[in-house]
């Protein structure tokens, strides 16, 4: 069974920085694709950042260059710096990992970023 567990979410003043990290387990093949989304209350799940496990990143426009995806594929981690957070980055952050054989995507429970004064 694939379990996604995040942790390093909380409540960060604007300018501040926070990281996120998400561990996956319960895949004997890994996974290909990860990286994290978010979604603000009452808007849909939006793509923050991914990485494949070749570490091809992909970001979202309102993200690039404040935030930095990395993962390690031995241990099927994968974090999220997040640096010059803005009020407009609050939101749940879920991680998503994509099955290495499957192609199945399994995601987090979410942890929520709070930016704010």
């Known amino acids: 069974q694939v379990q996604l567990v995040e942790s390093g979410g909380g409540l960060v003043q604007p300018g501040g920085s926070l990281r996120l990290s998400c561990a996956a387990s319960?895949?004997?093949?890994?996974?290909?694709?990860m990286g994290w989304y978010r979604q603000a209350p009452g808007k849909q799940r939006d793509l923050v950042a991914t990485i494949t496990s070749g570490g091809t990143t992909n970001y979202a426009d309102s993200v690039k260059g404040r935030f930095s995806i990395s993962r390690e594929n031995a241990k099927n981690t994968v974090d999220l710096q997040m640096n010059s957070l803005k009020p407009e980055d609050t939101a749940d952050y879920f991680c998503?990992?994509?099955?290495?054989?499957?192609?199945?995507?399994?995601w987090g429970k979410g942890t929520l970023v709070t930016v704010s004064s």
């Open positions: 319960g895949s004997i093949f890994g996974f290909n694709l």
């Open positions: 998503l990992a994509v099955g290495g054989r499957s192609g199945l995507n399994y």
